[in-house]
């Protein structure tokens, strides 16, 4: 995965990004999993109804799209280890790869 993801300042690659509302590829459906790139926009974040944090994280799929959804949005990521839904707070599930 990139080592870019938590960079200070945006890549030039987000410039063009559009928001996707299912959080995946808008064009091929790719999930975020399978991204050549991410960025996630950790020093703007957005507080939800709910008080929580929520923030854009940006992709770019290997189809040459570039897309963008809230990390609200994104679903879980069921771990074997994980008994209930108590952990919401992680940007990404980078280790998953
Ligand atoms: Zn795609």
Same mark, same amino acid.
């Given at each position: 995965m990139n080592i870019d993801a938590f960079a200070a300042t945006p890549p030039e690659? #987000?410039? #063009?990004g559009i928001h996707a509302y299912e959080f995946c +590829?808008?064009? +091929?459906?790719?999930?975020?999993?399978?991204?050549v790139q991410v960025w996630i926009n950790r020093r703007s974040p957005v507080m939800t109804e709910n008080y929580r944090r929520k923030w854009q994280e940006f992709y770019q799929c290997h189809c040459g799209c570039v897309w963008w959804a809230w990390s609200s949005d994104r679903p879980k990521v069921k771990r074997p280890s994980d008994d209930d839904s108590s952990e919401t707070d992680s940007p990404a599930n980078f280790d998953d790869q």
């Open positions: 690659w #987000t410039n #063009t +590829c808008p064009s +091929c459906h790719s999930s975020s999993l399978e991204a």
